[in-house]
C-alpha cells in the first residue's frame, strides 16, 4: 500500500466535506478541524516521503503541500471564522501551479495525470474567484468539489491501495471524467445565466 495514497484518501474526504459546507450540509467549524487533521497528515507524509528521495521524485512529491498548506489555511480559516480572501488568493497561485504539473505531465505522455491536474487547477480557481474575488460562485464550486473529491483522490487513492489499477479502471475512469467535463460545462452556464438573471 502506497504511503501517497492514504494521503489522496484523506484529502478525498476533507475536499467532500468541504464541498458539503459550501452546500450547507455541514457546519464549517467542524469540516474546518477535519481539514487541519488532513493538512497536518498531509504535510508528515509529504516530509516523510521527500527525505532521500531523488531530483525527479521531489518534484512530484512537493505537490503534495499544494494540497497540505490548502487544507491547512482552510481548516485554520473554518475554525477561526476568517476572512477567506487569504485562501482565495493562496488558491490563484496553487491552481497556477497545478496547470504547471498538468503541463509536465503532458510532456512526460501522462494524460490521465495532466487531466487531473487540470481538474484541480480548475477546482482552485473557482476557489480563488469564490473566495478570494468573492464571485458568487459557491454552487458550482460545490459541485466540482463533490466530484472531483470522488473522481480524483477517493475511488483512484481506494482503487490504488487495493492494487486494482488495470486497464477496465482507466476505461471506466475516462468515461466518469468525459461525463464530469460534461456537467462542468452545463453547471457553468448555469451559473453564467443565474448571475445574469440578478
Do not use: C, H
Not at 505522455?109 to 487531473?116: E, F, H, N, R, V
Request: charge should be neutral; proline fraction near 2%; avoid cysteine.
Amino acid at each position: 500500500m502506497s504511503v501517497g495514497n492514504v494521503s489522496l484518501l484523506f484529502g478525498g474526504v476533507a475536499l467532500f466535506l468541504n464541498s458539503l459546507v459550501l452546500l450547507g450540509k455541514v457546519d464549517s467549524k467542524s469540516a474546518g478541524f477535519f481539514s487541519l487533521f488532513t493538512g497536518l497528515l498531509q504535510t508528515f507524509i509529504a516530509t516523510w516521503l521527500l527525505i532521500g528521495a531523488s531530483l525527479e521524485e521531489q518534484f512530484g512529491l512537493a505537490s503534495i503541500y499544494l494540497f497540505a498548506f490548502t487544507y491547512l489555511y482552510v481548516g485554520v480559516t473554518f475554525i477561526l471564522n476568517l476572512d477567506g480572501r487569504g485562501v482565495g488568493w493562496f488558491s490563484l497561485f496553487v491552481s497556477i501551479a497545478a496547470a504547471f504539473y498538468g503541463a509536465m505531465a503532458i510532456a512526460g505522455s501522462d494524460p490521465m495525470g495532466a487531466l487531473t491536474w487540470f481538474f484541480w487547477s480548475f477546482l482552485w480557481a473557482l476557489f480563488f474567484f469564490g473566495m478570494g474575488l468573492e464571485k458568487p460562485n459557491e454552487a458550482l464550486t460545490a459541485r466540482v468539489a463533490l466530484v472531483l473529491s470522488w473522481l480524483t483522490l477517493i475511488v483512484p487513492a481506494m482503487v490504488g491501495m487495493a492494487g486494482l489499477m488495470n486497464g477496465w479502471y482507466d476505461m471506466v475512469w475516462w468515461a466518469a471524467s468525459g461525463t464530469a467535463i460534461l456537467y462542468f460545462i452545463v453547471s457553468v452556464k448555469r451559473t453564467k445565466q443565474a448571475v445574469e438573471v440578478v
